[in-house]
């Protein structure tokens, strides 16, 4: 395919561009996709407005880079492909699919032990020039990419919603959940309320989930928490132990990317607990480490991607258990990226926001 396509381009920190670029060209092995829909990530609002994980200080060198079309969070019909594609990933062209966020190098030690949402280069959609991301009409699947079939009869910004919620399961499965535990999700945005719900899928004792607006902890009951609390009326911590004898919550799972919620967990876990941390924060968060040590001997795990999650995401998706009319909340027209983003920001009024090419919203 030639021509040109309306594209967002990011030229740094608050300088991101609404463009005409050529339409891209799938090499061998490899396959171009037609844009249905994309979210717009948090983590892709933190680094629009410079957060150092992505753009560096001092102590870090720049991980994303310029000149690169946004966007890791997408669905999209196969527009073209070749044998060698169709067949590895068993897609023709029409076909609706998803792609994992990471796109690996498959050498590094990481990726051929198989924790390849480790993988050392780290290349992601959306943040490096070699992979381009979807806030476009078009983008070219790489032969390496992790690509999935997804449900056709769904609207596609409930399908692109495959990859917070993938990223909600692998924090999940990190935190071990047992039948009688009390699990704590805090905060109640796209991923903390996929996360409610696989956690709801575990059959813990109870799931509290926790949040400052009363309209999002609405949704996490319908997401299948059993208790919700709202933190600006509530002091958590005292509900919490009320709740379970004075013990603390067994699992408490980070959400929320608010440096005050960390130490909210590390103070609301019972002793022996595991607190699970999934958000990207912009800046670095301090705590008191002798709580994890010497007071409580927690068991403290990182969460990133979704590592083999994919597949049950869709499913989840496609079972209709979820209220995704509510959960994807705004549709937008690529041109309006801008507004795309200040929503994210706003998230008194919005929940998940996607922007969908060529459509008149």
Known sequence: MTGTMQAVV????????????PVPEAGPGEALLRVEAVGICASDLKCYHGAAKFWGDENRPAWTETGVVPG????????????????????????????EQIVPCWECRYCTRGDYHMCQPHDMFGFKRRTPGAMAEYLVLPKEALVHKAPSHLPPWQVAYAEPLSCALHAVER???????????AGCG?????M?????????QRIIALDALPQKLELAKKCGADVTLNITEVDVVEEVKKLTGGYGADVYIEGTGHPSAVAQGLNLLRKLGTFVEYSVFKDPVSVDWSIISDDKELNVLGAHLGQNTWPAALKLIESG??????ICSHQLPLSEFQRGLDL???????VKVSLVPDRAV
């Open 10 to 21: 990011v030229h740094g920190p608050e300088d991101y561009r609404l463009e005409q670029i």
């Open 72 to 99: 890791h969070e997408f669905t999209g019909r196969i527009e073209a492909i070749d044998e060698e594609a169709a067949a590895r990933w068993g897609v023709q062209v029409g076909d609706r699919v998803v792609a």
């Open 175 to 185: 935190a071990g959940i047992r039948f009688d535990d009390t699990v704590v999700v």
């Open 190 to 194: 796209p991923i903390g309320l996929g």
């Open 196 to 204: 409610i719900a696989g956690a709801a899928a575990k059959f813990p």
């Open 321 to 326: 258990r979820l209220p995704l009319e509510e």
């Open 344 to 350: 994210v920001a706003d998230s008194a009024n919005s």
